[in-house]
């Protein structure tokens, strides 16, 4: 009889840390690892300051995608995102390439795993990277193991670390979000009200074939002002808007408070229901959560269209969220907490 918890009693983040035990320290504390001179060796870094990023990522059949909701072509575009948006998220400003991992039970045609594949070289083909590799097994379920190299170019700018956040500095975010989970109820025929045409495409392209955020790698640095250090606070909004938020304030020992009048809704949720929930916790946005000083999101903010400030960090308990204006914050049922992967 097993012992212990089960991973759904654990929950993702505990998991999370359990695994990190295994590993050098602060390794699992980010969305992707710095592979530096520590793990490299002196001359593994590629010289002029280059540290290479990995990343792997899971996306399994009926739990990260559905044949209900996206064909092959747009599991094998969004499966290749999620890696390169953890990639930017950890400051990278492209790709190297990347390997699958497939596995698929052996009735499984031929066409699907093609366009899965053509999928994916089409999201590299738009944002950078190319396919170095991988491996196949069968199995009694489809699903796709991606591992993505990227690389933090010295004289660049710097590393994006969860961590390296402190009260006082903004929250910003990059777009917008709830718009990937409206596309999911418009694909799912979820009895929303009745959405122009043009809004439904936009949803459900925004949830089939999400953007990882390089531009915006390129924008922090650019605006980054000349007499500030470079320090920054992030990871991107793949399990949700707050869960993003909070990861960063845990990681960094302080607390959030989050602009309710200033949440980054698509003007296409106006009116919806659930638009509220959607932005904080629908999860799939893959934009990046960045925390700055606020000299420096100011600066972001008018370098970068669409980028928005949602909040600040303060003193307090690490990981605390709540609203700027001192109103609770909503109960885990609201709804609000973002995707986990064992609940």
Known sequence: MPEGPTLAELGETELIRRLGAFAPRGQFDDDAALLGPALLGPAGGGGGGTQLVLNTDVLVEDVHFSAATMGAKDVGWRAAAANLSDLAAMGC?????????????????????????????????????VLLGGDCSGGRQRLLAITAIGRLVGGQGGPIRRGDAQPGDQLVCTGAHGLSRLGLAVLRGE????????????????HRRPVPRFDAV??????????????????????????????????????????????????????????????????????????????????????????????????????????????????????????????
């Open 93 to 129: 400003r492209d790709a190297v390439g990347l390997t699958v991992g497939l596995v698929a039970p052996g009735d499984t045609p031929w066409a699907w795993v093609e366009e899965a594949y053509i999928g994916l070289t089409q999201l590299l083909g738009a944002h950078g990277g």
């Open 218 to 343: 390129a924008a922090l640095g650019a605006s980054r002002p000349g007499a500030l250090p470079w320090r920054v606070g992030g990871c991107d909004s793949s399990d949700g808007l707050a869960a993003a938020a909070a990861a960063i304030a845990a990681s960094s020992g302080c607390g959030a408070r989050l602009e309710r009048t200033a949440l980054p809704l698509d003007p296409a949720m106006a009116g919806l229901p659930a638009a509220e929930a959607w932005c904080l916790g629908g999860g799939e946005d893959f934009e990046l959560v960045l925390a700055l000083d606020p000299v420096w999101a100011e600066a972001l903010i008018a370098a970068l269209p669409g980028t928005t400030r949602i909040g600040e960090l303060v003193e307090g308990p690490a990981g605390n969220l709540g609203w700027s204006d001192g109103r609770p914050w909503p109960e885990p049922s609201s709804g609000i907490g973002g995707f986990q992967h064992f609940g």
């Open 191 to 206: 009895g929303l009200p009745a959405l122009a045409p043009a809004v439904q495409e936009k949803a459900i392209r925004a």
